[in-house]
């Protein structure tokens, strides 16, 4: 048995998902994509080609040959001091 709650929540899902679609459709004709299924949207975004050698779509390692910022970030050099403020002044050690 549905109460009042479960139909409220399951009518704020449904709301939820077709704001959803309504937003990927629009910038789906924003970019000149032509939609003749608009519940496509659902689970995906509308810019999403699922084509890996796209450069959108792609892996930036494949499709550059070059690292992600994490990986950058990662591999950067550790020796150097980075212990500054905000003003990029070192602290004053007592």
Do not use: W
Not at 39 to 64: D, L, Q, Y
Not at 72 to 94: V, W, Y
């Amino acid at each position: 048995m549905s109460t009042e709650e479960d139909k409220f929540k399951r009518s704020k899902r449904l709301l939820k998902d077709e704001n959803a679609v309504k937003k990927q459709v629009k910038i789906a004709k924003e970019y000149g994509i032509p939609v003749d299924v608009p519940h496509k949207f659902a689970k995906r975004h509308s810019t999403n080609c699922g084509n890996p050698n796209c450069v959108m779509c792609g892996n930036p390692r494949k499709t550059f040959n070059e690292l992600t910022q994490q990986e950058k970030r990662l591999f950067q050099d550790t020796e150097t001091i980075t212990d500054k403020h905000s003003n990029g002044l070192p602290p004053d050690n007592e």
